[in-house]
């Protein structure tokens, strides 16, 4: 255990630390480079409130989704553009899938990173977490690796203890149901202000957990049921199962959230876009079961210029600037193609139309929109001339456009930012640790800026 988990994870025991939190799904390797980003976002959080605050211990969280159900949102991750995936036949919550099978996956990763020029430690890290005996216990050992020596406190809360903790407000949700209200009503006020609902509640948001399934719980007029109607309880039933196996019921997107703050001296917590939006959904459901309400902060983003990036760019001759403008406007200026083409000789024709529409005129007035007719198809012609004149210059430096293709998408990925889907260690590939640590020390979630890093020099914003 490194010394700075085991000085915070002391401060816990003692009642002395405060915490500020991330959270995510268990992304094999990290998944898309936001999931690393969200981590060092907290870390670089904490030791900024640690140093203003020295006297207290600002312990930064990670909590693990590890009974999150969505198999296809994790079991994969993009080495150099390519998708990998964990093919298992597995179901339920992803942190108790078995390790078993997964070798296939491990393989052609390493394979892909070490192509991409990684490190033969970070391999190793990786197939020595996934001999862990499941995904939890393989995300929470190398992300434990990664970043144990910043204190990082790694939280399975798929455990009966942690789930103790909150069966009050479990139960209360089976048997009065106060959140489906709550969360609609600030829905409804979010939405008055122009914000967009990202989450809509059921009217029970627990799931019940089973070897293989998490399923949803649901009320009707016989008491409590599973969806897929393979358990039910009558009211004294559930309430002693909620007393008596806590673990075996699992919040859902909505409640998660109360879950954590139940649990933890929470002072803030760092998520994506998308995640500060439901969580603000979510400030009377807090209200309602006496739960302080964290500070929300956006995480920092970050665009790694890799090298093969920076060669494409100097062979160009554009700059980082550039990557924000529109791209047909960057293309144009490196094919050298010149937009003022033919403008000359528009102005001609709108000024010999114009003559010809006078002359009709003295003739018959309704011969000017006979020539205006003309004068626009003449336009339009010089216009289909010029966009024929560009795609045949496109076609002459087929390799500059190509080569601002493969940029583009590296950069923005399927139009997104690189974070979304790239992942972090691929982009990062033989600096994996300097990058990091770059990283954590210019990221800040109080100034929440865009972070552009060339992997070959230092980082600017």
Not at 96 to 105: H, P
Request: charged share 25%.
């Amino acid at each position: 255990m490194a010394p700075a988990v085991k000085q915070n994870l002391d401060a816990f025991a003692a009642g002395k630390a405060l915490t500020v939190t991330t959270g995510h799904q268990l992304c094999l390797w990290g998944g898309p480079a936001y999931f690393m980003y969200k981590i060092i976002s907290t870390i670089s959080l904490a030791r900024a409130m640690q140093a203003r605050h020295p006297k207290d211990f600002i312990v930064p969280v990670f909590w693990m989704a590890s009974e999150d159900h969505d198999k296809e949102e994790i079991a994969h991750c993009y080495i150099q553009g390519k998708r990998f995936d964990w093919h298992t036949d597995q179901t339920g919550p992803v942190g108790r899938f078995a390790n078993g099978g997964i070798q296939d996956f491990i393989d052609e990763c390493s394979v892909s990173l070490k192509i991409a020029g990684a490190e033969e430690n970070l391999i190793h890290i990786f197939t020595k977490a996934h001999s862990r005996a499941t995904l939890a216990q393989a995300t929470r050992d190398w992300v434990n690796t990664w970043f144990g020596e910043n204190g990082l406190i790694i939280i399975d809360a798929d455990d009966a203890d942690l789930k103790s903790l909150f069966k009050d407000v479990m139960l209360d949700e089976v048997l009065n149901q106060p959140t489906v209200q709550a969360v609609n009503d600030t829905s409804v006020s979010l939405q008055q202000e122009g914000y967009t609902v990202q989450v809509n509640p059921r009217e029970i948001n627990l799931f019940y957990l089973t070897a293989s399934n998490r399923l949803r719980i649901e009320r009707d007029a016989d008491g409590w049921i599973t969806h897929d109607h393979s358990v039910r309880w009558s009211k004294a039933e559930i309430t002693n199962e909620i007393e008596e196996h806590p673990d075996r019921f699992s919040p859902n997107v909505i409640l998660r959230p109360l879950y954590q703050e139940r649990i933890l001296p929470n002072l803030a917590y760092v998520g994506g876009p998308g995640e500060i939006a439901y969580w603000l959904q979510l400030k009377a459901a807090f209200e309602k079961h006496k739960i302080a309400f964290p500070v929300l902060l956006l995480r920092d983003s970050a665009l790694i210029i890799t090298p093969a990036m920076s060669r494409r760019m100097t062979k160009l001759g554009i700059s980082v600037d550039q990557l924000f403008e529109p791209q047909d406007s960057v293309l144009t200026a490196i094919i050298n193609f010149d937009e003022t083409l033919l403008d000359a000789e528009a102005t001609d024709l709108q000024e010999l139309f114009a003559r010809v529409s006078e002359k009709l005129s003295e003739v018959d007035s309704t011969l000017t929109a006979a020539a205006a007719g003309e004068a626009k198809r003449a336009k339009d012609g010089l216009e289909n001339l010029k966009s024929k004149v560009k795609k045949a210059i496109k076609i002459k430096q087929e390799a500059k456009v190509n080569q601002l293709t493969t940029l583009w998408n590296e950069a923005f990925p399927d139009g997104q930012p690189q974070d979304r889907s790239a992942n972090f260690f691929s982009l990062a590939a033989g600096k994996e640790r300097e990058i990091t640590e770059q990283l954590l020390s210019v990221f800040n979630p109080l100034e929440n800026k865009l972070i552009i890093l060339q992997a070959e020099s230092s980082p600017t914003v």
